[in-house]
């Protein structure tokens, strides 16, 4: 059996990872003092805004979180906290106040979104 030490292991899973922005999109200050006409409005932009994010930005991936207190949702980007933070403050749900959103940096594995879609 191959023993490595912890720091070779390390370096081994490294190899093959990548740094992206994990975006987590909560309630916003004015969540849920929308009416059904607005809701339904924000909603077609929100999904209008992660395709052109998927299409134009480094929007990796996205969707929603179940049993995760306190979030409705996720951007996966691959791009610096600080870009990630920009495209999705441009989102119709967080200008309108009905979502928030707050990034981490997150390390994981090469090739998750955009390239995993291209495989057949």
């Known amino acids: 059996m191959l023993r490595l030490p912890l720091a070779a292991l ?17 309630s916003g200050p004015k969540s849920g003092s ?40 996720i951007f996966l980007f691959s791009a610096p906290i600080a870009e990630a933070k920009k495209w999705a403050e441009q989102d119709p749900k967080l200008v309108a106040g009905d979502l928030s959103v707050e990034c981490y940096r997150w390390l ?10 291209k495989r057949p």
Request: aromatic share 8%; hydrophobic share 40%; charged share 25%.
């Open 10 to 26: 390390f370096a081994l899973l490294s190899a093959s990872a990548a740094e992206y922005s994990l975006c987590f999109l909560g």
């Open 34 to 73: 929308f009416d059904k006409p607005s809701v339904e409005a924000l909603q077609k932009q929100h999904l209008d805004h992660i395709n052109r994010m998927w299409k134009e930005g480094p929007l990796e991936s996205a969707g929603l979180v179940a049993k995760l207190a306190g979030k409705r949702g």
């Open 108 to 117: 994981g594995p090469a090739g998750v979104g955009k390239e995993r879609a």
